[in-house]
């Protein structure tokens, strides 16, 4: 190993010093940096290759076309089960009525 080096032989990135904190904080914000710089650059080769293609964009047409669809059925189930419920209750009503009666 080269003097002044911690690293293997042949590679010294860095000669060693009394500040180990200050160099363990340093390496700590270079690699969180790296790594922020890494994610933006596989977001941004994302963005090109997959969310600007005619493909996609007509998928993402397609399935909020679908999407608003959806909606208007659940609109529609809930209406017919609040009318069920309505006269599920009516019924309860009439036959507890008819039943108190006798």
């Given at each position: ?24 904080f ?8 790296i ?12 963005w ?9 964009k007509?998928?993402k ?6 999407e ?19 006269s ?15």
């Amino acid at each position: 190993m080269s003097p002044g080096c911690r690293m293997s032989p042949g590679i010294c990135l860095r000669p060693a010093s009394g500040g180990a904190m200050s160099t363990m904080f340093a390496d700590t914000l270079l690699i969180v940096f790296i790594s922020v710089c890494t994610a933006l650059l596989a977001e941004g080769i994302t963005w090109v290759l997959v969310y600007r293609t005619d493909k996609y964009k007509r998928l993402k047409k397609k399935e909020t076309i679908t999407e608003s669809a959806g909606r208007q059925q659940k609109k529609k189930i809930g209406k017919v089960r609040r009318g069920v419920n309505t006269s599920e209750s009516s019924w309860e009503l009439v036959s507890s009525f008819l039943c108190n009666t006798r």
